[in-house]
């Protein structure tokens, strides 16, 4: 399998369009990884103790080895050091592939003042040749280095995969971090520990993306009724975003940011209602005895997943946004919960209790071909990537409760976050612009 998997990867380096050969079928994260080197860019003015580019070479080095895609070759062993030439007629190729590496990441940095010049380039070790395809050049400040390092790695995820990468976008979480009470936290695949933008001194549930990734909707308990609002990611300003005394529980922006979904609780029974933009209510969607709670749109704007106990016991169903054609997604145990639709609409993803905790399944929108993707810990609140192929979500299998990244069919398992404090209920954001 590796002989064949390099051979196809040599074939796309070598073609001019590599999305006519490689499939994730065949180089996909959980299979054979692909060996890449990554050397810092080159100073070429302005970073002589060379901590720009360090850093630029973590974050990208990070981001390869979370996709699943990669084998990220040892720095002690690298032939050249970041002071050497990054054209392909300087590159001692012969070295490179002496110690196994299939593709290099070389590059220069410039700086002046607060700004900085950085050119990064894809070198095809065996062909002995760079590649413009996923070679980029960026230009901002010195502070957005290590979101040039994501965009890297999503360019050579499209290239090597047809697919651009997840990387250049921000994961909300609550969590614990602050003390007792929970907060609404940020965090980007750069950074050791995630940043609150709340301050509710109370509890918060449910974090999720407005379509711009520029603002977060939350049910806060600040009230001592949760109540939903919403958090300018920016200037951390918090404003209730459904008026009137109604419980609200949850709430989910449409993919086009016009209407909302919500669940609203009246005489103890919860049902999900549609909203316009400025919180009033559109039209009822669920009336039913038992509890419809948490619901996520599909990326069409015209269904969503909701869970729901009319059976009995928690299940997923999807309906279309006008009321109609309830649909039973999920069929197996008895405590099903927290949907998530993938971005190309293609999958739907859930939590299930069995075995002691919850585990995340998941599965197409009519239900078919369901597949666990966890199993070690207790693992809850799938959220997807923007890309559609992997999954953020809570898990217990380090000790407490962390975010852990996997792909869709739970091949790669990698963890996110670490430190003290509990971090639940993840929400992915859309790539960032």
Known sequence: MRTFLVGVVLVALAARDARAVVTGAIFGPGSESFPIAVVPPKDLGGDPGGALGARF?????????????????????????????????????????????????????SASGSGIALEVRLFDVPGRRDVPQASKRFSGGRDDVPRMAHRMADAILEFLTSERGPFDSKIAMVSTRSGRLKDVYTWTFDQDDPVRVTDERSLVIAP??????????????????????????????????????????????SPDGTRLLVTREEGGNSD??????????????????????????????????????????????VMNVDGSEVVRVSHTGSYNTSPAWSPKGDH??????????????????????????????????????PDGRYLV?????????????????????????????DDTSPAWSARLE
């Open 57 to 109: 070479a973590k974050a990208l080095t990070r981001d390869l080895d979370l996709s699943g895609y990669f084998r990220l070759v040892d720095p002690k062993t690298f032939v050249e050091s970041e002071t050497s030439g990054i054209t392909a007629g300087e590159i001692d190729f012969v070295g490179w592939s002496a110690i196994g590496a299939q593709a290099l990441v070389k590059g220069g940095i």
């Open 208 to 253: 999720r993306w407005r379509p711009d990734a520029r603002a977060l909707v939350f049910a806060s308990y600040r009230e001592h009724f949760p109540r939903l609002f919403q958090v300018d990611v920016g200037s951390r300003q918090t404003a209730r975003l459904v008026p009137g005394p109604g419980v609200v529980l949850d709430g989910a922006w």
């Open 272 to 317: 999900i209602y549609l909203l316009d933009r400025s919180g009033q209510v559109v039209q009822r969607l669920t009336d039913h005895w038992a509890i419809d709670v948490s619901p996520a749109w599909a990326p069409d704007g015209r269904r969503f997943a909701f869970c729901s106990a009319r059976t009995g016991s928690p299940q997923i169903y």
């Open 348 to 385: 739907i993803a859930y939590t299930t209790r069995g075995g002691g905790g919850f585990q995340v399944v998941v599965t197409t929108p009519d239900g078919g071909n369901a597949q666990t993707i966890s199993s070690a810990g207790s693992n809850e609140d799938p959220s997807w990537a």
């Open 393 to 421: 979500f809570s898990s217990t299998r380090a000790g407490g409760h962390h975010l852990f990244l996997a792909d869709r069919d739970g091949r790669t398992q990698k963890q996110l976050t670490r430190g003290a404090g």
